[in-house]
């Protein structure tokens, strides 16, 4: 009789997934909201054929060679920075990421902090409840995105879908990436391509929606920061490392800049070996100017289950000899 495979889920998911893959594996999941600490995953994934991981996981040359059956890695994931690709192709191993399902929430969550920074939402609330409002009064005056200059660093998936959300708002959107949309993209969604020099000295609103890579680690920095138009708001919706978070909260320190929003910290990106420990205490400090959410860009229910089934199926897809619909490697072949 032959064996079934194991299959490790690294966090909690919804029930629908472990039942998809349990009826032709093992499988063994984290019902904790916490993430292991490394030795306890490989303690759980030494002889496991799989593995379901995410954001916290990091998945190195290490940790494979003490998980030697591993044929399939599936990251419920659209970046994979945390992910030694190479190191996987190496040794036979599927890596497999989900590209699409998380582009329209994280947009939708861009375009909320954007407004919430802008409109002073949260500097509001806590009006509120002080016990001192007494109705109208002329403080508290933001900035807006309504027909402003709005520059968006990324257009990907994630940066195409911010853009059509910020089409009514008949905001003057303008680009940099690297790999340019066509001229026929660009007229259809009503924007324009220009230099990140362009975009940093132009724009009222910045929101960095671009993936971290060693070109993009601290793209905005103490010198991208000083060609910012002073009383520019900045929004970080991509990865918390192209940001520098102490450069930032000196600029908001100084009021060149009017203020910081994120949903990505730099302390997330554990593959750095440099990663700090923490948010930068100087930027938690700028509590009038700084708008921060948990890392909810795709935390929807209904999205988050799908992006878990879509990395379920990718995993049955390579433990059955096939392609992974979501793999980004061509495995070598295994000794």
Known sequence: MTSRPKVVITHRVHAPVKELLGRECDVVANEDVETWPRQKLIEVAHDADALLVFMPDLIDESLLADCPKLRVIAAALKGFDNIDVA???????????????????????????????????????HRVRSGEFRGWRPVLYGGGIVGRSVGIIGMGKLGQAFAKLLAGFNAKIH??????????????????????????????VIVVLAP??????????????????????LVNVGRGSVVDENAVAAALLSGHLAGYAADVFEMEDW??????????????????????????????????????????????????????????????ARQ
């Open 87 to 125: 190191a996987c192709t190496r040794r036979g191993i599927w890596v497999a990421i989900v590209p699409d399902l998380l582009s329209s929430p994280t947009a939708e969550l861009a375009l909320t902090l954007t407004l919430g920074l802008t409109r002073n939402v949260l500097p509001g609330d």
């Open 175 to 204: 680009y940099y990436d690297p790999a340019p949309l066509s001229p026929v993209q660009e007229a259809i969604m009503g924007i324009s391509r220009t230099t990140l020099d362009q975009l940093l000295s132009q724009s009222d």
């Open 212 to 233: 971290l890579t060693p070109a993009t680690q601290h793209m905005i920095n103490a010198q991208a920061l000083a060609k910012m138009k002073p009383g520019t708001y």
């Open 271 to 332: 593959a750095r070996p440099d990663h700090p420990e923490r948010v930068a205490p100087a930027l938690l400090a700028e509590n009038g100017r700084t708008l921060f959410t948990p890392h909810l860009g795709s935390g929807v229910q209904s999205v988050r289950l799908e992006i878990e089934l879509a990395a379920a199926r990718s995993i049955l897809q390579g433990l059955h000899g096939e392609t992974p619909t979501g793999a980004i490697n061509a495995p070598e």
